[in-house]
C-alpha cells in the first residue's frame, strides 16, 4: 500500500522482544497442548486479545517514535504453533508497515510445538517478512545505517527447558559475516534471542542460556563496531565491554508492558557505533505529543 504509513529512513531502529502471542481465534487444544501452554506462560494469563493489543501499541510506539527499522528479537509466540504464527502476522500486516522494514528471529517458545515451526512460519503467514528475518546462516540485512544480522538460535526442546543453541555452522557463518563486514564504517548488529552472557550457576545456563554463547562474546571481543540485540531476559540490559562503550542491549517483554505504556528501546546509528536513546527522552517525546 504507497500511501500506508510506515517506518522512517532515518538512522534509528526500535527493539521489541518477547511477544508471546496466542491465538486470536484458539481452536479446543489438546490437554498436552493445553497444559504446556500454561506451563511455558508462567504466570502470564492467556489473553490473546490483550497480547495483540500490546504488540500493536508497541509497533505504533516504534513508528512514532521515528524509527527505520523494527527489530523483534524472538518468543513471538507461546508455543509456535501455526495459529500463533498466522496471529501474529496479522497484527503486523494491520499497522501498514513495510514487511522489508521488519526482521523478525525465533527464541526458544517459538520451537516448542515441532522443529520446523519456524521454517513453516516463514513459508507461510511470514512470508512476507522473509527477506529481513533469519532465514538462514549468514543473513545480511542493510537498514537504518547498520548491517543486521538476524540468527536463529531456537532449538526444538521440551517446554519445560528455555536453552538457545548457536550451532558451529552458524557461528562460521556468522563470523565470516563479521568479517566482510566489519570496518565500513557502521555498526554490524547482531540480533539473537539469547544472551551471550553465560548464566551462572552452570545448571541456570543449561536451562535458559545460549549454547555457543562465546562465540559472539569472542567477535564482541576482537571487532569493536560489533553490537547484540537480545531479548529473553524480559528486562532492558545495557552492557559494556572493557572500553566502557556498551554493545549488548536488551529488550523488555512486550506481554510485560502496561497496556497503554509501550516500553520500546530505540537506538541510533552514528559512525560504527549503536546507542541507545535515553527513555527519559522518548518518555517526554510521547508527553508533548
Do not use: K
Amino acid at each position: 500500500m504507497q500511501n500506508a504509513p510506515t517506518l522512517t529512513s532515518s538512522a534509528a531502529i526500535a527493539h521489541l522482544s518477547d511477544l508471546h502471542m496466542l491465538e486470536a481465534r484458539p481452536a479446543q487444544a489438546r490437554s498436552v497442548l493445553e497444559l504446556s501452554m500454561r506451563f511455558a506462560a508462567l504466570g502470564q494469563a492467556p489473553t490473546p486479545n490483550a497480547r495483540i493489543a500490546r504488540l500493536a501499541a508497541a509497533v505504533r510506539a516504534a513508528r512514532d517514535a521515528g524509527a527505520a527499522h523494527l527489530v523483534i528479537s524472538g518468543d513471538l509466540t507461546e508455543l509456535g504453533t501455526a495459529e500463533q504464527f498466522e496471529t501474529l502476522a496479522e497484527v503486523l500486516l494491520d499497522a501498514a508497515i513495510d514487511p522489508e522494514r521488519v526482521t523478525l528471529i525465533p527464541g526458544n517458545h517459538d520451537a516448542y510445538t515441532r522443529a520446523d515451526a519456524w521454517g513453516r512460519a516463514l513459508d507461510g503467514p511470514l512470508a512476507p517478512f522473509r527477506s529481513a528475518s533469519a532465514a538462514g546462516h549468514g543473513t545480511v540485512v542493510e537498514r537504518a545505517r547498520a548491517f543486521l544480522l538476524p540468527l536463529d538460535v531456537a532449538c526444538h526442546q521440551h517446554f519445560t527447558r528455555a536453552a538457545g543453541e548457536l550451532t558451529a555452522g552458524a557461528a562460521d557463518a556468522l563470523e565470516s559475516r563479521v568479517r566482510d563486514l566489519s570496518g565500513r564504517g557502521r555498526p554490524v548488529v547482531i540480533v539473537v534471542h539469547h544472551s551471550p552472557i553465560a548464566h551462572r550457576p552452570r545448571a541456570w545456563q543449561w536451562l535458559h542460556g545460549l549454547r555457543g554463547g562465546e562465540r559472539i562474546l569472542d567477535l564482541l571481543a576482537r571487532f569493536p563496531d560489533v553490537h547484540v540485540l537480545h531479548g529473553h531476559l524480559h528486562h532492558e540490559v545495557e552492557l559494556s565491554l572493557d572500553d566502557g562503550r556498551p554493545r549488548i542491549f536488551g529488550a523488555p517483554a512486550v506481554i510485560d508492558d502496561p497496556e497503554h505504556s509501550p516500553r520500546v528501546r530505540i537506538y541510533e546509528s552514528s559512525g560504527s557505533s549503536l546507542r541507545s536513546r535515553p527513555t527519559s527522552s522518548r518518555s517526554e517525546q510521547e508527553l508533548a505529543a
